[in-house]
């Protein structure tokens, strides 16, 4: 694994009332990787996520982004890093088209200054044309452009989850955090967001992702973190964990 680490857990630990919900966890999470996190119920996944997206400080060790100790940095001072998380936290607002609220999220990285309003008018329209273009990309790649101008309340779940990972993708972020995106969906609607995520990894986007359903991470995954009672039971590439003995005793060979 030659490519730079973007994200690192360095001893993390987290104590709830006398559980241990994870126990010294290291991991880094290289640039360009699809690494997803598994593990049967109680692992300590939604625990972990949580510290990683900053919903939650750990009881010790580290979260570090590009080298630099993010550990105490809540959700929206890791979103101007560079950190992006669907799904939970990506309200979309029911009244607005879906471009509007793609270009909700697009406008947060690019505010106006007040002397362009004022001063430099073509500029600015010339910058909001720019906007709207990306924004019809990022439909275009959730399968929503012909939809565009559609309230975002009229959508059915799985189309409103889409939305929310073109959301999220606008803000361009340097590392993608996904949790469970594919709860809730049906199997169309798994596979549809299967073919979404394998276009962000061709992109190299690095992303972190905690999902139930195996099928999608063996699809879409190069590097498998499991957890089991809060411990790194194994990291590895898709096709050893599949045949990890420890893994297949802890979580595979029961969820068949
Ligand atoms: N806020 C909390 N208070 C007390 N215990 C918690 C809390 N959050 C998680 N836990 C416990 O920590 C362990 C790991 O939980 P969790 O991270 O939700 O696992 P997973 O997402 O893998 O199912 C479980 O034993 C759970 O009951
Ligand atoms: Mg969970």
């Known amino acids: 694994m030659t490519s730079p680490i973007v994200l690192e857990c360095r001893g993390i ?4 009332a006398g559980i241990q919900a994870l126990s010294d966890i290291n991991l880094p999470i290289h640039q360009g990787q699809f690494h997803a996190i598994i593990g049967p119920n109680g ?22 982004f590009a080298g630099l100790d993010i550990t105490a940095l809540p959700p929206w001072q890791r979103a101007r890093l560079g950190i992006a998380r669907s799904f939970q936290n990506l309200r979309l607002f029911g009244a607005m088209t879906l471009r509007e609220n793609i270009l909700v999220a697009a406008q947060q990285q690019q505010p106006y200054r007040l002397g362009d309003v004022f001063f430099k008018r073509a500029a600015v329209r010339a910058a ?7 924004a019809d990309l990022w439909l275009r790649l959730v399968g929503l452009y012909r939809q565009r101008d559609d309230q975002a ?31 809730g969906l049906n199997p169309a609607e798994t596979d549809g967001l299967a073919e979404i995520m394998a276009h962000l990894r ?19 995954a190069d590097r498998i973190t499991v957890l089991n009672l809060g411990k790194e039971l ?23």
């Not at 361009?172 to 469970?180: F, G, I, T």
């Not at 986007?205 to 359903?213: G, I, K, Q, R, S």
């Not at 990890?244 to 060979?253: C, E, K, R």
């Open 234 to 256: 194994a990291t590895d590439d898709p096709a050893r964990i599949r045949v990890n003995p420890q893994v297949i005793d802890a979580y595979l060979g029961v969820s068949r």
């Open 202 to 220: 061709n992109d190299a986007l690095t992303v972190v992702l905690v999902e139930h359903d195996m099928g999608l991470v063996m699809k879409l």
């Open 153 to 183: 309340m009229t959508l059915s779940y799985g189309a409103a989850r889409r939305l929310e990972l073109a959301r999220a993708l606008a803000l361009q972020p340097r590392l993608l955090l996904l949790d469970e995106p594919a709860a």
């Open 13 to 16: 630990s987290q104590s709830f």
């Open 128 to 134: 909001e044309e720019a906007l709207t273009e990306s």
């Open 43 to 64: 692992a300590g996944k939604t625990t972990l996520f949580n510290i990683l997206s900053g919903l939650q400080s750990p009881t010790a060790g580290g979260v570090f």
